[in-house]
T-cell receptor, first 117, second 114 residues
């Protein structure tokens, strides 16, 4: 089974609108962390936001927020007030703190976001 | 946040040759990681580079193909040996910040093997 599933290969959003990028995960670890990264066409991986499995509140970083639903094993990224510069590939990733030594990040297949005028 | 640089940023190589990628971090870090991103794919961990000990390789990756050095707490190299076109990928260096539970990536090295 896939550990990280991103079911949206591509998404379109109009500038200034909000968009939600889906991510579901599968783990038997009680302690884990979830990450979102942005990868522009230049190829760099830009860290956006982190959510720990024991964090009671949803993480927020500026225009980014993580909708964490632990029982559903989902960690969706919400981008508010989309900008043209948000057009990029977005990856969800998970670190399991017990499985595999706790250092490996497992990535989903990514969602290509295109922001339109 | 950690600032990571990689050299070279890109290269075109002939099959059968080897390329060494350098990764420099602006602060001392315990662990450095090497990831590979094949064209149109997601990232896959190659190995964890530990200072003062052998690197730890993930399933499917071997030391003879991807030798790694970690001479100090701010520097690591990854060599891609005896290259074939299937090695054409982006190779990314990464470090973990234990204090704020974040993981940073370098700008990547784009490798094309002909």
């Amino acid at each position: 089974a896939q550990k990280i599933t991103q079911t949206q290969p591509g998404m379109f959003v109009q500038e200034k609108e909000a968009v939600t990028l889906d991510c579901t995960y599968d783990t038997s670890d009680q302690s884990y962390g979830l990450f979102w990264y942005k990868q522009p066409s230049s190829g760099e991986m830009i860290f956006l936001i982190y959510q720990g499995s024991y964090d009671e509140q949803n993480a927020t970083e500026g225009r980014y927020s993580l909708n964490f639903q632990k029982a559903r094993k989902s960690a969706n990224l919400v981008i508010s007030a989309s900008q043209l510069g948000d057009s990029a590939m977005y990856f969800c990733a998970m670190r399991e703190f017990f499985t595999g030594g706790g250092n490996k990040l497992t990535f989903g297949t990514g969602t290509q976001l295109k922001v339109e005028l | 946040s950690a600032v990571i640089s990689q050299k070279p940023s890109r290269d075109i190589c002939q099959r059968g040759t080897s390329l060494t990628i350098q990764c420099q971090v602006d602060s001392q870090v315990t662990m450095m990681f090497w990831y590979r991103q094949q064209p149109g794919q997601s990232l896959t961990l190659i190995a964890t580079a530990n200072q003062g000990s052998e690197a730890t390789y993930e399933s499917g990756f071997v030391i003879d193909k991807f030798p790694i050095s970690r001479p100090n707490l701010t520097f690591s190299t990854l060599t891609v040996s005896n290259m074939s076109p299937e090695d054409s990928s982006i190779y990314l260096c990464s470090v973990r910040d234990f204090k704020v539970e974040t993981q940073y990536f370098g700008p990547g090295t784009r490798l094309l093997v002909l």
